[in-house]
């Protein structure tokens, strides 16, 4: 895939899952992602179990590639209690890992934002949890509006040509058709895409977490939701080209 002077090329993939029973299985496909992409984003889930030996797989697997590999965690990665080690396992091998926080990439003449967060479930339209009732149910309603509130701070104050949303949960339902309804509010909030919604000309929205959703939805402002959960997309990566957003006068 060509990559005009106006564009940029990303990459994307979640819930690989790796652990050292399917080290390697992404590398060789990594190997010309050079010539197909500007940049990787992995939505989350990196390992089974959120072990530091596991998350030493991921960084053998995505290390040391020809272009930034832009990471956020899932929840997966948190199953250990070891996500600050996970975390800290993956820059050392080169990765640049988001929670609630944004980074800015040169691509040609464009400057690429990228902003992400782990997210967090509570469901969507009509079907949501509140902070009501008993402590944990405000503590699990609680935690996924924070992230998404400083989610959004974060994806707002991007200076960028083209600004991009990288979440584990889902903004948008549409993502998960084919999960059992009843877990929707687990798999994502439409507090996610209320963040995107309100920052500035979000050009593309990536997540995973529903291996059995689908790929293609759109918030309700109108940004492309991309589900890249590797049992949805069945390859090593998918590729979205985008163009730079202008703002309106
Ligand atoms: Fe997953
Ligand atoms: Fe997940």
Known sequence: MSNPDDCVRVAAVGDVHLDADVLGRYRPAL???GDKADMLLLAGDLTRHGTPEEARCVAQEFGGLAVPVIAILGNHDYHSDQQDEVAKILEDAGLIVLECSGTVLGCGPLRVGVAGTKGFGGG???ACASEFGEPEMKAFTHH???LAERFGLAL???ECDVRIALTHYSPVPETLLGEPLEIYP?????QLAQAIDGAPGVG???HGHAHAGSERGTTPGGVPVR???HPVIRQAYNVYQLSAVLAPA
């Open 186 to 190: 687990f798999l994502g909030s439409y």
């Open 156 to 158: 707002a104050a991007l």
């Open 124 to 126: 969507f339209a009509g």
């Open 227 to 229: 589900n890249v959960a």
């Open 31 to 33: 190997e010309h992602l």
């Open 144 to 146: 996924g509006r924070e």
């Open 204 to 206: 593309l929205a990536v």
